[in-house]
Nanobody
């Protein structure tokens, strides 16, 4: 069955950088468009970024454009989210979303001094 496991979240200072990973299994990863979402404290879950199966096209929410970069390694069946110039408002649980409405368990990112 589909399994998605996020990792890499931690406490980081404002202006810092972090790279999240999403390890996927149970489906043909290279065929699948993948997405990152996040849910901040007291907020709705929101879409962050998307990458096509080949990795040739990427899309970003306006709030992260120019600071975050989504990528993937189709040999390792892993998707990444490089986050730079982090702000306190980026504090959230970050989730990867896969096929058939599948979600990972999330990884906590906290941006605070």
């Amino acid at each position: 069955q589909v399994q998605l496991v996020e990792s890499g979240g931690r406490l980081v200072q404002p202006g810092g950088s972090l790279r999240l990973s999403c390890a996927a299994s149970g489906f043909t990863f290279s065929y699948q468009t993948m997405n990152w979402y996040r849910q901040g404290p007291g907020k709705e879950r929101e879409w962050v970024a998307e990458i096509t199966g080949s990795g040739s096209q990427t899309y970003y929410a306006n709030s992260v454009k120019g600071r975050f970069a989504i990528s993937r390694d189709n040999v390792k069946n892993t998707m990444y989210l490089q986050m730079n110039s982090l702000k306190p408002e980026d504090t959230a649980v970050y989730y990867c979303k896969g096929p058939e409405g599948s979600w990972g368990q999330g990884t906590q990112v906290t941006v605070s001094s």
